[in-house]
């Protein structure tokens, strides 16, 4: 019962997209690989937002996030997190506690990439999940 009261918290949370741009890539199976988020490119503006309240719990090059480039991660509760990647810069630091659409940095492209975009996942206890069904 403790999984879909987890569950049932991230769904009764509204996010919102960190970025305004195409999704370029999906979460699930890519290129003979699986990809553990979604690419937001073809951008309108480099600016990154928060797509939810929380706290900021890790911010640049982080270890065992490698090609992920400059990262911001934030801690939303109930185990979950979300991580915004290949930032070309971040405005954020550890400890930072965030309102939903507070500015975390700009859109970019360090770390393993092909060009400037976001690449934004959800985790739960660690764990890669689908954030599209949370979406609006």
Same mark, same amino acid.
């Given at each position: ?12 949370? *509204? #996010? $919102?997209w ?11 199976? &890519?290129?003979?690989a =699986?990809?553990?988020?979604?690419? $937001?490119? /073809?951008? &309108? %503006? ?8 929380? &706290?900021?719990? !890790?911010?640049g090059? $982080?270890? !065992?996030?490698? !090609?992920?480039? /400059? %990262?911001?991660?934030?801690?939303? !509760? ?7 990647? @290949?930032?070309?810069? =971040? %405005? ?7 309102? *939903?659409?507070?500015? $975390?940095?700009?859109?970019? +492209? %360090?770390? @393993? +990439?092909?060009?400037? @975009?976001? @690449? #934004? ?12 069904? #949370?979406?609006?």
């Amino acid at each position: 019962m403790q999984g879909v009261r987890a569950v049932r918290v991230v769904k009764e949370t *509204q #996010f $919102i997209w960190p970025a305004y741009g195409v999704v370029t890539s999906v979460y699930g199976p &890519r290129w003979g690989a =699986f990809h553990p988020g979604v690419d $937001i490119g /073809n951008l &309108r %503006t480099l600016a990154v937002r928060s797509a939810a309240a929380g &706290r900021v719990v !890790g911010v640049g090059y $982080i270890a !065992g996030y490698e !090609g992920y480039g /400059n %990262t911001v991660i934030v801690d939303i !509760g109930n185990g979950y997190q979300l991580l915004y990647a @290949h930032l070309s810069r =971040f %405005t954020v630091e550890v400890g930072d506690d965030l309102a *939903q659409g507070a500015p $975390i940095g700009s859109a970019g +492209c %360090t770390g @393993h +990439c092909y060009g400037t @975009h976001l @690449h #934004f996942e959800l985790r739960k206890n660690g764990r890669w999940a689908d954030i599209t069904p #949370f979406l609006p």
